[in-house]
């Protein structure tokens, strides 16, 4: 059996009683960061041993965890926070796992995407979520796409582009813009695109973003 079990996107006391269950219970924790992961496993005395799967990890080595857990063992998949699959290595692993005839199923929780939708002030449905940025090659693509879509669009900033990428999106277009969703220093920002970023220009801006934009001819 294959778990792929929802995590904190911040706030350990978010994780579900089932999934701290789960990750007690198994024979492995798989975690895309293992010291991201310790962190949490250790707040709730859980001692399973862990092993990295990430976007870097060879086929070889998922396919030796794949044929453990055809051999009968049960294995957990995490990300470093939220839901696993999204803009992280768990597809491939599920993907060679239904291939395996393995056993999969989700333990639905957090997710920084579902969280910030629920917080937009504008129609989310329907929405496209675009993951993150590129850095460098298919970047200015990226952002063509995004001014040619009219309906509710959602992606995901780190820190060190939040800036750049709040300056490429169109400027007219309302967002709401949520850094560090659950953590302690939560900041909501709400307004066109250029007014978000002259706030955010004068405040912190440390930790992780989630950028949902309204629908072209969405009006305030």
């Given amino acids: 059996m294959l778990y792929i079990v929802a995590t904190p996107i911040g706030n350990l006391q978010d994780i579900s009683a089932r999934a701290r269950d789960v990750l007690g219970s198994v024979d492995l924790v798989l975690c895309e960061d293992t010291r991201v992961t310790s962190k949490l496993l ?7 041993s862990r092993e990295s799967v990430h976007q870097h990890t060879t086929d070889a080595k998922l396919k030796k965890l794949i044929n453990r857990m055809v051999s009968g063992e049960n294995m957990a998949f995490v990300s470093d926070a939220g839901t696993p699959g999204v803009s992280d290595p768990g597809g491939k692993l599920v993907q060679l796992a239904v291939m395996a005839g393995v056993e999969v199923t989700a333990l639905p929780g957090p ?4 969280t910030a939708m629920s917080l937009a002030d504008f129609p ?7 993951g993150f940025p590129p850095h460098k090659k298919g970047r200015q693509s990226f952002f063509d796409e995004i001014s040619n879509i009219n309906h509710s669009i959602a ?3 780190s820190k060190h582009r939040i800036v750049k990428t709040l300056g490429q999106l169109p400027a ?11 953590k302690q220093f939560e900041t909501h920002y709400r307004g066109i695109t250029a007014e978000i970023l002259t706030d955010l ?10 950028i949902v934009v309204a629908p072209k001819n969405w009006k305030s």
């Fill in 42 to 48: 250790s707040a709730y005395e859980i001692k399973t």
């Fill in 111 to 114: 997710s920084a995407l579902a």
């Fill in 124 to 130: 989310v449905v329907p929405i496209t979520f675009m």
């Fill in 155 to 157: 992606l995901y900033e």
């Fill in 172 to 182: 007219d277009r309302h967002l709401f813009v949520g850094r560090e969703l659950t």
């Fill in 201 to 210: 220009e004068k405040g912190s801006q440390k930790g992780e973003y989630v």
